[in-house]
């Protein structure tokens, strides 16, 4: 039996419905599947079922990626390394579909790398990806809520994404503390031009890091208070930053980029 490591928030999926449902949430028959922290294998053998074409396995714990190597030897190709190191346009050369019970203290930070890190084409069909439930509600939160935000933001720009389910801590061991949810990541084809994404990331913490104040303040630190911009945007520095809807903060990264030009 293998002991979960929390210092790799380590939590195994074993209800064998949410299993069955994460495996018909997108087509896996000779599509090239790529899987992010598959721990002791219960999805990893799911997705073999459905026969897919390349089969790669990304896990940071060594203890589990051997024996991952053992118990899977020639369907699935293991790598023993940290996610957040890997260049996963290097694996291969066509787009993958991304299955991941993502690690929930690195969740949001591999999701923004993957965001940040896109270039004008794909390298994946889509991203069917377990969040902590809190964190999944952000990622899907629209304008003028609570949980509006930076991930929201970034999520939504080049992204549709749509909850498929909330997952409740009896379908882990160990049980976490909180709910889960799982999300499917769809690519976008006509979205807003950002010349380099980590403006619109720089952007939005900016305005984020003072989400209860009005926007005065960080727009005066990106913009110095250009009128022209209001004007053109029709932005009131007295709304706060959960008041601006997605495209607004598009636009916003876009004259920031313009001004750096």
């Not at 066509?94 to 890190?117: A, C, D, H, M, R």
């Not at 794909?122 to 990806?129: I, S």
Request: with cysteine; glycine share 2%; hydrophobic share 35%.
């Amino acid at each position: 039996m293998n002991k979960a490591k929390k210092s790799l928030g380590q939590n195994f999926l074993v209800d064998q419905k949410i299993l069955e449902k994460i495996i018909n949430v997108t087509q896996i028959k000779e599509k090239n599947i790529l899987e992010i922290g598959p721990g002791t294998g219960s999805l990893t053998s799911y997705i073999l079922k459905k026969k897919p074409k390349k089969f790669i396995v990304v896990e940071k714990d060594k203890n589990l990626a051997e024996k991952l190597e053992r118990n899977f030897e020639k369907e699935v190709t293991v790598i023993n390394k940290d996610i957040l190191e890997i260049d996963e346009t290097s694996l291969i050369n066509e787009k993958f579909t991304v299955f991941g019970n993502l690690p929930y203290n690195i969740s949001t930070e591999i999701l923004s790398k993957w965001i940040v890190n896109l270039k004008d084409s794909f390298w994946f069909d889509h991203l069917v990806l377990m969040f902590q439930k809190e964190v999944a509600d952000r990622i899907t939160s629209k304008f003028n809520t609570s949980t509006y935000g930076r991930l929201s933001i970034l999520a939504n720009w080049r992204l549709k994404v749509v909850k498929i389910c909330d997952i409740k801590p009896a379908s882990f061991s160990p049980k976490p503390k909180v709910d889960s949810s799982l999300l499917l990541f769809s690519p976008k084809n006509n979205t807003f031009k950002i010349e380099d994404p980590k403006n619109l990331e720089k952007v939005t913490r900016v305005f984020f890091s003072h989400r209860r104040k009005m926007l005065k303040k960080p727009f005066n630190k990106l913009f110095n208070g250009d009128q022209k911009i209001l004007d053109k945007l029709n932005i009131d520095l007295n709304l706060r930053p959960q008041n601006l809807d997605f495209e607004t903060y598009y636009q916003l990264t876009s004259e920031y980029e313009n001004l750096r030009s």
